[in-house]
């Protein structure tokens, strides 16, 4: 598969040509005025592309090959849309490498409770507004083909983590424990973004809930955090049961250019935020 190595390389030769950004020319017998219009246009793009390029040299070497080659303009205006839906803070990096302040509460983190829609595992879960809304909508979707969804672990403070880890490592030992959980500050559930469904176990991936949600998740803006085949690059093995709410925009941004990996997608975004 070719990857975005290919549009940096493209980019640069067609960087001053309309007809290569475009496929034919911007304005072709034009006034003066759609002549500027079209200079503006264009070289808001170099502009974009020369940050493309940065932020794709800023990246491993590994998330690099994750990501699908095509036309930068393409590219950079799904990455706009998906920027601009994100109204709601819900794209996050936070790994072994970014980690959430002690301190850190989502503002809008609520109480889950005994609904029509979903099941909980526990009386003590709770997720961030949009993220419950999400959830809800999935879930009574997947309630019309007879599937209830069963909520097992919500949102997670630091020092609720910071136990847990403890614990793990305790009885698993650190390198085990680093495979299964995450040190404080680095969980994704600390966000209020992500759950994890019915048992928390290997065998959730062949029930009806975890094929149903691995067939259907990405419809409604859920995405499969830790995929099968990608320790190396999210630092944790496979884990059929957990699933974070980045929203439809950003998943279809994902399985478009970032080969289905939310890893690969939010390190991206988070250098593009980043690098100037």
């Not at 079209?38 to 070497?61: E, G, Y």
């Not at 005994?114 to 997947?142: C, H, I, Q, W």
């Not at 680093?178 to 029930?207: C, K, M, N, W, Y």
């Not at 709410?245 to 991206?268: C, N, P, T």
Request: hydrophobic share 40%.
């Amino acid at each position: 598969m070719k990857r975005l190595v290919g549009i940096m390389l493209v980019a640069v030769v067609c960087i001053s040509s309309v007809a290569c950004q475009r496929g034919r020319p911007i304005v072709q017998n034009g006034s003066g005025a759609e002549e500027s219009k079209a200079a503006v246009s264009l070289n808001q793009l170099s502009s974009d592309v020369q940050k493309l390029q940065r932020v794709f040299t800023a990246l491993s070497q590994r998330t690099r090959d994750g990501i699908v080659n095509g036309s930068p303009e393409e590219f950079l205006t799904d990455l706009n849309r998906v920027l601009a839906a994100d109204t709601q803070d819900l794209l996050t990096l936070v790994d072994k490498q970014h980690y959430l302040a002690a301190d850190f509460v989502p503002a809008d983190i609520v109480a889950l409770k005994p609904n029509d829609f979903y099941l909980l595992n526990r009386n003590d879960l709770s997720l961030r507004t949009p993220v419950e809304a999400g959830l809800r909508k999935m879930a009574a979707a997947a309630k019309k083909e007879g599937i209830n969804l069963v909520v097992s672990s919500t949102y997670r403070s630091y020092d609720y983590q910071k136990n847990l880890y403890e614990r793990n490592v305790r009885q698993l030992g650190k390198e085990v424990a680093d495979r299964e959980s995450a040190p404080p500050g680095a969980s994704q559930h600390q966000l209020g973004v992500a759950v994890d469904f019915g048992s928390i176990t290997d065998e959730f991936a062949q029930t009806k809930q975890g094929r149903w949600l691995a067939a259907n998740a990405g419809t409604y803006g859920w995405s499969l955090s830790f995929p099968d085949g990608y320790e190396d690059v999210t630092g944790y093995r496979w884990e059929c049961w957990h699933y974070r709410y980045i929203g439809v925009e950003a998943v279809e941004f994902q399985r478009k250019w970032f080969s289905d990996v939310q890893q690969f997608m939010l390190e991206f975004i988070h250098a593009w935020r980043t690098v100037q």
